[in-house]
């Protein structure tokens, strides 16, 4: 058995596959292993901490990678939870079906997906068209110039398009949002692991722009008040503003299991979407499943 320390939560990892089943026979303790999506990483790990602390029976082992990457361990049986910040595919729908079992969907939460540029760009506001031609394959925009604006530092001001990799639900859905069904990212786009990485770069990066999940933004990037047309208001990535919509680039945010949940994984995501799962979802900057009112 390997021990990691993520922040404040231990993350017991096992070589028995026996032990990773959140029903699994681990004595007097029970693992879950919880694996998928980068923008539910934070809070995930929030969960899994807070929760030991309601009950010291129950671990949870948090990994990213991707919501392809939770999607597909649950597939294969080596997760019991898939975090997913986009709808899982028909071909993962279907490997599930095809050995008599079903993906099973939870809704835990919503998301901003935050478009990100440097502190000290002037940039303020964004349609999705705006967006689309700057990101997707055809688009003209390729210099801040292009878009009015000059780019303190920025010496060429040629736009540094920084996104997720194509594992990511960021990636599908920032597409899917964005760009034309059939409109693929630019050749050059730098696909980066992690909503983290994201940012990092572009606050070390005067002429880049990101995308990624509204937890992660520091106070040397700026969060782009996006519009869904140059007639409409736009609106910043916020919890409120992905509760009623008003930002156009949030989505729900997923956990599946395979088949219906049982057991002590049940329990543990009854916990998660009741009040203290839901409030440390709002501390961390994410918007709850309904409203809520927290201490």
Known sequence: MFRRVYGNLLVILTITAGLLAGCGDGGDRVFIQNK?????????QSWAEAYHGHDGS?????????????????INGTADIANASRAARPEEIALLEERGSRLVQHVVGFDALAVFVHSDNPVSSMTLAQLADIY????????????GVEVPGCKDQIIVLVGRQNNSGSYAYFRQAVMAESQEYKLGTLDLHVSKDVVELVENTPCAIGYGGMA????????????????????VPSAASAIDGSYPIARPLRM??????????????????GEAGQCILLEKGYAPIEEISCP
């Open 36 to 44: 998928g999506s980068d923008s539910l990483l934070i809070v995930a």
């Open 256 to 273: 599946y299991t395979n088949g219906d949940s049982k057991g002590p994984v049940k329990t543990y995501l009854d916990w998660i979407m």
């Open 216 to 235: 992660y933004a520091t106070k040397n990037v700026k969060m782009v008040c996006v519009a869904p047309d140059k007639n409409d208001a736009c609106a």
């Open 136 to 147: 997707g394959e055809g688009g003209t925009a390729t210099t801040w110039t292009d878009l």
């Open 58 to 74: 129950v671990v949870v082992a948090v990994s990213g990678g991707g919501s392809g990457a939770g999607l597909s361990a649950l």
